[in-house]
């Protein structure tokens, strides 16, 4: 081994030099004056920057934003940076999915749930110097509610046609009313694509507004090379006094996630996301980074359609989910960040039910209820492996692997399909896997947000890709959607989850705790499990 | 020549026209809907049905090609799906980015693997040729998302010598004017900053120039062989002429023919075979510009960005043809 690594250093070593040999040839105008000119010229810089005020940021991550504008995109990329230029009217909690005030400091709902009034901030200011009052909030509104699907995606699934009208009584009051009880409606508020914007910006740029935002937030929005970076730096009028704490923050897109903890561990980057799991125990013997578990608010699953073949019975589902060892995918493939799912939804959310035991691992249990459905040889089936890397499945290919040997055991054979991954959702989507492996990282914290958007009937065709259907769970979901009761519906999710556990639509397999890494030197920064941080508060020594 | 020359250009006319027919129609072969790929897993089938109008994709495929055409005739490329600007605008500093990532991948590759090549004929079954055509034969079958990563972790992390990634130094950027930063650095004057780009453009330079370098090495080892063995050599050398001259003026110039061709190909697979590189050193070059495109199913980014490549590879296989007359005289176009 040793052997090895010494040949190819020398193969690199000439290979190096002789490309070096040839550079100076070219360019030899002057080099070492050039050189020293530039090494006082960044330190000089450095100095400066330390000195005044908090510095530069770089934040790596694994791909590049759509869109700056929150209201139009979809992607938890394209959030990340936004969270930290706009606001929302109320806020989440630093680390968890409470809700708190944000751009609204008071609010209060109507006995019937169909008035929500909100008492906004005085004294806000948008980045391009106009004022934050009700005007701007319902101009924000009336955008979004002019939109079509297409164009305001998350306006319309969490409000769609629910909300009426939003009025602004006076400078620094607006009203909404509903024509339906939203159960979630602050959550919703809360969700990064409801972050506030300039009205006299949006009627500038138009359509151009995705290149040039123009929020509240604490950093403004300074350059974007696409696929390349995105800087924003402090904003200098910010409402809250002291914040940020930081000059500039840029978010570099490297897509490889070996390659980001290289240039995180050569200093290039400062703070990280989409660590490998099994790069943890590197980090943390390095003096000079830390790790950072973000919250769960996701989970992985094996999705088993319930309209193919064996899969169809339901004593072959709980068959399945007896077959499976959580506690060793979790230690081979999430380096113990991660804790088995008995739930369809992470512990987190109200509405959890405790008392819901999982399907202990017992493979003789597994078999009996085989036997019982008459599978007693067992059978063959497709089970599909992701081929992308996600936070809740680092590797789909060895999860599939590692599940496989799980039916093995029992005498199910299953066999790894895998597609790219547009065309994996859609032909998932369409009912055409046995099972598949899939997960879910919740937008707002909301238990509708994962029972009804992931099992509900009226999910099969989106993101019921089990085509699992059950009219009692249905009417449950519902009632609990338009409930504004929240020990009312925080029983009723408790109940939907006896029911989920029965039917086993899903192997729920873990809801993890997604890495982050950064230099020793950061301080307060705090991942949110929603995905996108807010970087306000974060210091750089 | 000349007549010749315009010939050689007429003739690019069909071959980029089936082009643009095969690249037209590999697209639509991908599987999966784009409307629905756009719009997401909760868009309702309105929605995707409106788009699918929207984007042009309803109309017969021979309506959608022809106007497609008549596009690209006019100069315009069409609009990117996911970004809704017009790729004529928005591809330049993609096409930058890998092309002076090729340049300095090709550079490098004709240097030392033309060099390795002719040493290696000339001390014909020495320790050194030996040692380079099997460093040749690990450079052909070298896989470069290894090779990558493992020149990360020598040269930027344990020796930090270079950067890992990226075209600059964020923290100090370059403000691009041609988008080519070396252009760019040297045109304002900042010396320490084209220090910087270069030092950015090492690694991913060698790791893209492997694979060209070693096949480089091992034509002109073959070629430079052949030649050598020919009388106006051996009356080169009896009559004295100094080594160099005998290799470099006399063997170089009647074994470069087919080392040239060989360079051509090379050349155009880089530009559009770099997404291996691109992805490993977060390079914002073509490759992953259509990578992501390809993902998103942004159908008019993929045709125009693969017909460009096409097209830079037809036009750089021109040139080397036409250069073959200039190198050896005793090839005439007529």
């Not at chain 1, 972050?195 to 040039?212: D, L, M, Q, R, Y």
């Not at chain 1, 914290?445 to 019921?464: H, P, R, T």
């Not at chain 1, 306000?536 to 020594?541: A, F, T």
Request: glycine share 8%; with cysteine.
């Amino acid at each position: 081994m040793n052997k090895r690594k010494g040949i190819l250093f020398l193969v690199f070593a000439l290979l190096l030099s002789l490309a070096l040999v040839g550079c100076s040839g070219n360019s030899s105008t002057g080099g070492t004056k050039e050189e020293g000119e530039k090494d006082t010229g960044t330190e000089g810089t450095k100095d400066t920057e330390e000195g005044a005020g908090g510095g530069t940021l770089v934040f790596g991550r694994g791909g590049d934003s759509t869109s700056l504008d929150p209201a139009v995109t979809t992607e938890g990329e394209a959030f990340k940076v936004t969270d930290n230029l706009f606001e929302t009217l109320i806020n989440f909690g630093e680390q968890d999915t409470e809700i708190e005030p944000g751009l609204a400091t008071e609010w209060e709902t109507s006995e019937d749930g169909l008035k929500h009034t909100l008492k906004l901030r005085e004294g806000v200011k948008f980045h391009d110097g106009t004022d934050f009052n009700a005007e701007a909030v319902v101009f924000n509104l009336e955008r979004w509610k002019a939109g079509n699907a297409e164009q305001f995606y998350y306006y319309n699934s969490q409000f769609g046609d629910k909300i009426d009208s939003v009025v602004a009584v006076d400078e620094y009051t607006v009203e909404f009313n509903l024509n339906k009880p939203i159960a979630p409606f602050y959550k919703n508020l809360a969700m990064s694509p409801f972050g506030i914007a300039s009205p006299a910006a949006i009627e500038k740029h138009g359509e151009k507004f995705i290149e040039n935002p123009v929020g509240t937030g604490p950093f403004v929005f300074k350059e974007w090379k696409r696929n390349d970076r995105i800087t924003i730096e402090k904003f200098a009028d910010y409402w809250q006094e002291g914040l940020p704490k930081l000059d500039q923050v840029i978010f570099r897109s490297i897509p490889e996630n070996s390659a980001r903890l290289n240039a995180l561990a050569s200093g290039e980057v400062d703070l990280i996301d989409g660590v490998n799991f099994s790069d943890v125990p590197t980090i943390e013997g390095n003096p000079d980074l830390q790790v950072f578990e973000r919250p769960t608010l996701n989970v992985a699953y094996l999705g088993l359609t319930n309209t193919r073949g064996p899969l169809k019975d339901k004593l072959v589902r709980q068959a399945l989910n007896h077959a499976v060892d959580k506690k060793a995918l979790i230690e081979a493939f999430y380096a113990g960040a991660a804790d088995p799912a008995i739930n369809p939804m992470p512990p987190v959310v109200a509405g959890y039910n405790d008392a819901v035991e999982d399907y202990p691992y017992d493979p003789e249990k597994a078999k009996e209820l085989l036997k019982e459905a008459g599978y007693e040889n067992g059978f063959e089936m497709e089970l599909w492996a992701m081929p992308v890397a996600r936070p809740y499945m680092p590797d789909g290919q060895k999860v599939a692997e590692a599940l496989q040997a799980n039916f093995e055991a029992i005498g199910v054979k299953a066999k790894i399909v895998s597609y790219e991954w547009g065309t994996y959702l859609e032909k998932a989507n369409k009912g055409e896997a046995d099972s598949f492996l899939l997960g879910w990282t919740g937008d707002n914290g909301d238990a509708d947000n994962f029972l009804y958007v992931l099992l509900d009937e009226d999910a099969i065709g989106s993101n019921n890709y089990t085509y699992y259907k059950n009219s009692e769970l249905h009417e449950i979901l519902l009632k609990a959607q338009a409930s504004s009761d929240q020990a009312e519906r925080e029983e009723l999710y408790k109940q939907a989850q006896v029911i989920i556990k029965d039917d086993a639509p899903w192997i729920p397999l873990v809801h993890s705790r997604p890495i982050l890494a950064g230099k020793a030197g950061i301080s307060n920064f705090k991942p949110h499990p929603t995905g996108s941080d807010l970087l306000s508060h974060v210091e750089l020594k | 020549m000349f007549s010749y020359t315009i010939k050689r250009v007429l003739s690019l006319v069909p071959v980029l026209l089936g082009l643009s027919l095969i690249v037209f129609f590999m697209i639509r072969a991908i599987p999966g809907d784009p409307a629905q790929i756009i719009l997401g897993q909760l868009a309702t089938k309105e929605a995707v049905e409106e788009l699918t109008k929207q984007l042009g994709l309803d109309q017969p495929w021979y309506i959608q090609y022809f106007t497609y055409l008549g596009g690209l005739l006019t100069g315009d490329l069409g609009e990117s799906i996911k970004t809704k600007t017009a790729i004529s605008q928005e591809i330049w500093p993609y096409l930058a980015a890998t092309i002076e990532l090729s340049f300095c991948a090709i550079v490098i590759a004709i240097v030392i693997g033309v060099n390795a090549g002719i040493i290696s004929a000339w001390y014909q079954n020495s320790w050194f040729d030996y040692i380079a055509m099997v460093l040749a034969l690990i450079g052909v079958s070298m896989p470069i998302f290894w090779l990558g990563l493992m020149e990360q972790w020598v040269f930027a992390i344990n020796l930090d010598w270079l950067p890992t990634s990226g075209r600059e130094e964020v923290r100090n950027p370059v403000t691009s004017i041609t988008n080519i930063y070396m252009i760019d650095t040297l045109l304002q004057g900042r010396m320490d900053q084209f220090w910087d780009v270069v030092k950015h453009l090492i690694l991913p330079a060698f790791a893209l120039a492997t694979i060209p370098m070693a096949i480089i090495a091992r034509i002109t080892r073959s070629s430079m062989l052949e030649v050598m063995r020919s009388d106006f050599i051996r009356t080169a050398r009896a009559k004295g002429l100094r080594m160099f001259w005998v290799v470099y003026k006399h063997s170089l110039k009647n074994a470069i023919i087919p080392v040239l061709t060989i360079i051509g190909l090379q050349t155009g697979l880089l530009l559009g075979g770099a997404i291996l590189t691109e992805t490993i050193f977060s390079w914002p070059g073509m490759g992953r510009y259509i990578y992501d495109a390809i993902n998103a199913r942004d159908y008019p980014v993929i045709q125009s960005g693969i017909l460009i490549i096409a097209f830079i590879f037809v036009m750089i296989n021109l040139v080397v043809d036409l250069l073959y007359a200039v190198i050896d005289p005793r090839i005439k176009y007529n």
